[in-house]
């Protein structure tokens, strides 16, 4: 007999883990422990992670491109991509902490939509690979995810703490809201997208195999 | 469902949907999947009090965090310090409302509303007064908790720290420490695993299961 819930007639709810039966051809209905309305995968996980995803590379363009912060200071106005404040950084000796909003701010996002295109991609093109390796991938991704809000934080307190008057000021740049809705969009893309899609098409496999013997 | 079935709790991997039967485990043990190998579920001590008072410590550094400055800048006889909703504040007087409100919701709100949360859940189940009202806190929680970012926070307030030390004197204010210490303490409070505090709810049987 299967081992794989959903084979069996069987979804966990979303919400609280309880395994129950499902409601026959997939019908919608609610958790009898919690009363969250149950999916047996989420609602249009691919429709949705591809919508998200490419509002997300689109956003990418203006986050690295547009200033996340402008100086006003005495010697004029200095605005700063994000690239160029990991350079500041790394000029002024704090090569540590470049590394870390390098790989927070351009490593991470970077990673995460790739990751993201790959996983979506290969649910349909290439459904038996690597199912395992894909599902770590996936955890990955929703793991370091926050992580590229660093940047975001960091421009907010520069911008309350710099205001001195006629002296110098910081103010955030129209970057930094493509930046923040950049990592909000992949977030939103890695919740939505489901990883038991990964595992489908191989139950599928491996069981229709049995079936056949 | 078989009665064998039912006697067992079986849980199906959040990201494979293989079947396992949920077992005890011995203290720091964890059960992974046997397939995908994520982690299922870990030993929890059933100690209610104790995440109480990680949570009600964690509710006081957090406003201890919240009402002081967190790094003050000296520069010429000038001084300015800031909070954390002064740099919110600061955000939204120049016009920057998406950044504004990514700061507001995922530093202030979002923790302090997972710590309220807990609190009300922890304490119905403390005093045995568990009800519907606790499997909706429960799901607000599980939607909520991705996007708390104490971690991340602390961590940016090191880089301004290192930005500004180059050009100005920078004063660390007492809530520089206490949001070093909150980091830590959300982090033990993200590790409360919520699906073991549904375990404890009394289910809503006003519907059976289709």
């Not at chain 1, 997939?26 to 958790?31: D, F, K, L, N, S």
């Not at chain 1, 500041?88 to 701010?105: I, P, T």
Request: glycine share 6%; proline share 5%.
């Amino acid at each position: 007999m299967s081992r794989v819930a959903h084979r069996r007639g069987l979804m966990a709810c979303h919400a609280c883990g309880q395994v129950c039966r499902m409601a026959g051809g997939h019908q919608p209905c609610r958790c009898p422990r919690c009363h969250a309305a149950m999916h047996w995968r989420k609602a249009d996980s691919l429709n949705r992670t591809w919508a998200l995803l490419i509002a997300a590379y689109i956003l990418y363009i203006p986050a690295n491109l547009l200033p996340v912060m402008e100086t006003r200071s005495l010697f004029g106005v200095q605005e700063d991509t994000i690239m160029s404040g990991i350079v500041y950084l790394w000029l002024s000796g704090s090569m540590g902490l470049a590394l870390v909003v390098f790989v927070a701010s351009i490593m991470v996002p970077l990673l995460k939509l790739l990751v993201m295109t790959l996983l979506a991609a290969s649910v349909r093109l290439r459904p038996l690979w690597r199912p395992r390796q894909r599902t770590r991938l996936y955890r990955i991704v929703e793991f370091v995810g926050r992580w590229s809000m660093l940047d975001i934080f960091v421009v907010a307190l520069l911008a309350a703490l710099v205001q001195i008057k006629s002296f110098a000021s910081i103010m955030p740049g129209p970057g930094a809201a493509a930046f923040g809705s950049v990592v909000v969009l992949t977030m939103l893309a890695a919740m939505s997208f489901d990883p038991r899609l990964i595992w489908d098409p191989i139950t599928d496999m491996i069981e229709d195999e049995d079936d056949d013997d | 469902m078989s009665s064998r079935e039912r006697s067992v709790t079986l849980i199906a991997c959040h990201e494979c949907d293989l079947l396992h039967r949920k077992v005890a485990l011995s203290p720091g043990a964890v059960a992974r999947c046997g397939r995908c190998g994520c982690t299922l579920y870990r030993h929890h001590p059933e100690r209610t009090d104790h995440y109480l008072a990680l949570v009600v410590g964690a509710l006081i550094v957090l406003v201890i965090a919240n009402v002081f400055p967190i790094i003050t800048l000296e520069l010429q006889g000038y001084r300015h310090g800031s909070t954390l909703i002064g740099a919110v504040r600061a955000l939204f007087a120049a016009e920057m409302d998406v950044v504004a409100m990514l700061v507001l919701l995922t530093a202030i709100v979002f923790p302090l509303a997972e710590l309220l949360l807990l609190l009300v859940v922890l304490l119905a189940l403390q005093t045995g007064r568990a009800g519907p009202d606790q499997h909706r806190w429960l799901r607000w929680l599980q939607r909520i908790r991705p996007w708390v970012m104490m971690d991340v926070f602390l961590m940016a307030v090191l880089v301004a720290l290192s930005k500004l030390a180059h050009t100005a004197s920078v004063i660390p204010g007492v809530s520089l420490w206490a949001f070093a210490v909150l980091a830590f303490l959300m982090a033990a409070v993200a590790a409360i695993d919520i699906r073991h505090l549904w375990d404890q709810l009394p289910p809503l049987h006003t519907r059976r299961p289709a």
